[in-house]
C-alpha cells in the first residue's frame, strides 16, 4: 500500500496520475495563488508553503489510491474515508510519520 501511496504522491508532485496521464490539476499553482501576494523570499512563509503543498498532495495521494480500492460508485465522503484510513494504517505501521506539517515518507 505505500508503494501506491508514494507513486501517487510522486506523480501528483510531477503532474502525473499513477497511471501515467497528465493531472488536470496543479496543486503548485493552486497554492501559490492561495498565498495571494505574500513574499516568498520570507523563510516563514516558504516553510508555510511547503507544509501545506506536501499536505495537500499526501491527501490526493491517499484519496485517489482509496478511489481505485472502492467500487466507481463510491462517494466522495466515502473516498475520503478510505484515504484516512489507509493514512492511519501506514503511519501505525510506521511507514508514514507526519511531523511539524510536513510529510516525509518513511520506508520500512
Keep these: 500500500m505505500l508503494d501506491k501511496v508514494e507513486a501517487a504522491y510522486?506523480?501528483?508532485?510531477?503532474?502525473?496520475?499513477?497511471?501515467?496521464?497528465?493531472?488536470?490539476?496543479?496543486y503548485l499553482d493552486e497554492e501559490m495563488?492561495?498565498?495571494g501576494q505574500e513574499n516568498l523570499s520570507d523563510?516563514?512563509?516558504?516553510?508555510?508553503?511547503?507544509?501545506?503543498?506536501?499536505r495537500r498532495?499526501?491527501?490526493?495521494?491517499?484519496?485517489?489510491?482509496?478511489h481505485r480500492q472502492l467500487s466507481?460508485?463510491?462517494t466522495r465522503r466515502q473516498i475520503r474515508a478510505r484515504g484516512a484510513e489507509i493514512q492511519r494504517h501506514l503511519?501505525?505501521?510506521?511507514?508514514?510519520?507526519?511531523?511539524?506539517g510536513s510529510v516525509p515518507f518513511v520506508g520500512a
Design 10 to 26: 510522486t506523480g501528483f508532485c510531477v503532474g502525473l496520475r499513477p497511471d501515467g496521464t497528465e493531472s488536470d490539476r496543479d
Design 33 to 35: 495563488r492561495r498565498l
Design 43 to 54: 523563510s516563514t512563509i516558504r516553510k508555510k508553503f511547503r507544509a501545506n503543498l506536501r
Design 57 to 66: 498532495l499526501l491527501r490526493a495521494a491517499l484519496d485517489d489510491v482509496a
Design 72 to 74: 466507481a460508485r463510491a
Design 91 to 100: 503511519q501505525r505501521a510506521g511507514l508514514l510519520r507526519l511531523v511539524g
